[in-house]
C-alpha cells in the first residue's frame, strides 16, 4: 500500500501561448488537508481539472493509492472517489436545489424519477449543514453565496475519497466557513483526503496539514502549515518579499459627495433593503460590512438604478438626482464593479481588450473608427497596472484564471474615471500581491478625491481599509463606525443584531 492515497507525477498541460503546467508532482495523504497555493494564474485550477478528467495533460501520470489511474473523463474521476468544487459555480439556474445536487444520478423509483425522495433526501444534507436553504429553491433565486454553499453540499453528497475545494469560501461568510471547516475535520477524521484552495492565508492554519506551493505553472515546494511562517509562503508564491499589504491614508473629509435617504426596494415578500441611508464624503472609502444575504449588494443595486420600483432619495453633491438606470448612474459619475463576475460583469467570450474597454469606447470612437491605438493604450495601461496575467489583449476572457478575471473587470471600470466607485467584494479570489496592488490602487485613488464604497466580507480588509464602516442586518443599517473604533467585535456585534432570536430566513 502505497503512503499516499494520490499522487500527480510530473503534470504538463499547455494551452495555446500559455504553460499552465510544467512537471508539477502534488501528493495528497489519507487523512489530511492539503492546501494548494499560489498567485492568479499559477495553475491550481488547471491541475485540479487533470486530476477531475476535465483537461488531459501532455505528460504525466496520476497515482490512487499507488496504482496508476487514467483519468479520461469525469466520470472516471467520479468512478475513483474523486469530488470537486470548482472555482466557478456550474449549477443549473432554473432548476431546483435537489434537482442540482441529484443531476445524473436521480433516485428513480417504478414511475419516472422519485421528485418526493430526491426532495427529502436534499432538504437533509441541507439541514445539517444548517443553512436555512429550502431544497425546493431555484438555484437562479440564491444569493451567491448559497449557492456555492450548494455546491458544497453537493460535492460532499457524493461518498468521496478526495475532496477538493478550489475557492470555497471566496462568498460565504464567517459563521458558515466555520461550519465548513467542521465539516472538513470530519471527512478527515475518517480518512478522506482533502485539497484545499484559497487565497485567504488566515485559513491556512485553521484547517490545512500541509501545503504545496506553485508559482507560474511550476512546482516550487511542500510545507508542514504549523511550521512554516507566513511570509516564507509569500515568498514562495510570488518570489519576492511583499512589504507592504494594506496602505491606507485615512482621511477625515467633510464635503458629502453623495447621500441616500430611506433606499428601500420595496419589495412586500422578500424585502433585501429597508430603509437604508447613508452618505459618502469625498476621498473617502466607506465599508459596507455584514453577513451574506444583510442587504449590501442589493443596497448597492438599488442606488445604481437596478433594482426596478425602488424607492428613496439620492443627492450628489447636494442635489436632488434620479437615478432609473446604470446609464443614469454613469452619467452622474457612479462607477460599479459588482460581486459576480460571471452573472453581471464579464463578457466571457471576448477579449481582454474589449472587457477592458468596453465603457469607455465611445471616447474613442470617431466617424464611426474606434481608435484603435488608444484602445490598446488603454488595455496596455490596465493590464500593467493591475499586473493581469494574460498572453495578449486578445485572450479571451473566460480562458484567463479567476483572479486575473478579476482585474480585467476592476481595470475596466477604472477606466471609467468615476467620482464615486463601488466595489462589491474587489479581491475576492484574487493573490495576496494583487490584493496588495488593488488596496494600493485605492488609496490612490482616493487621493485623487476618487471616493469609494466597499463590500466586504472580510474583516481584516474593511477595517485596515476604510474610513468608515456601516454595518447592515437583515436590509437595515445598524449602525456607523469610524475608523479609530473599527473592531472584528463592533463589526459582528451590529451585524448579527436582528438575528439573535429572530427569524431565519437565509
Ligand atoms: N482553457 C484555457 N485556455 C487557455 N488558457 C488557459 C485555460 N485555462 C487556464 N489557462 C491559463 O493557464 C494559466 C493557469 O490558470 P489557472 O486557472 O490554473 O490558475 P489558478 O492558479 O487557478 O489562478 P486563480 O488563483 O486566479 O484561480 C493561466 O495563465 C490561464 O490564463
Ligand atoms: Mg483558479
Redo the contacts with the bound molecule.
Sequence with gaps: MSEYLLEMKNIC?S????K??QGVDFQLKAGEVHALL????????????VLGGI?HPEEGQIFINGRETAITSVNRARDNGISIIH?ELVLVPHMTVAENIFLGREPVGKFGINYVRMGREAQKMLDTFDLGISAESLIADLSIAQQQLVEIVKAISFNCRILVM??PTSSISDKEVEHLFEIMRDLVSKGVGIIY?S?KMSELNIVCDRVSV?RD?MYVGTCVVSETPRDILINMMVGRELNRYYTRDHVKSSEVVLKCKNLDDAKKRLKRVDHVSFEVRKGEIVGFAGLVGAGRSETMHCLFGLTRGSTGEVYIEGKRVQINSAVDAMRHGISLVPEDRKLEGLYHLQSVRFNSTIEVLHEFISHLRVNEEREAEITQQFIDKMHT???SQY??V?????????KVMIGRWLATSPKLLILDEPTR???VGAKAEIYEIMNELTKQGVSIIMISSELPEIINMADRVYVMCEGKVTGCIDYEDLSQEAIMKLATLETVGGQNNG
Excluded: C, M, R
Excluded at 494551452?15 to 500559455?18: E, S
Excluded at 499560489?38 to 481539472?49: F, P, Q, V, W
Design positions: 498541460k494551452f495555446p501561448g500559455v499552465a503546467l499560489g498567485e492568479n494564474g499559477a495553475g491550481k485550477s488547471t491541475l485540479i481539472k483537461y472555482q478550489d475557492e484552495i487565497h506553485l505553472g496575467k494574460t498572453p485572450q479571451t473566460t480562458n484567463l484564471s479567476g483572479g486575473n478575471q478579476q479570489g484574487v493573490d
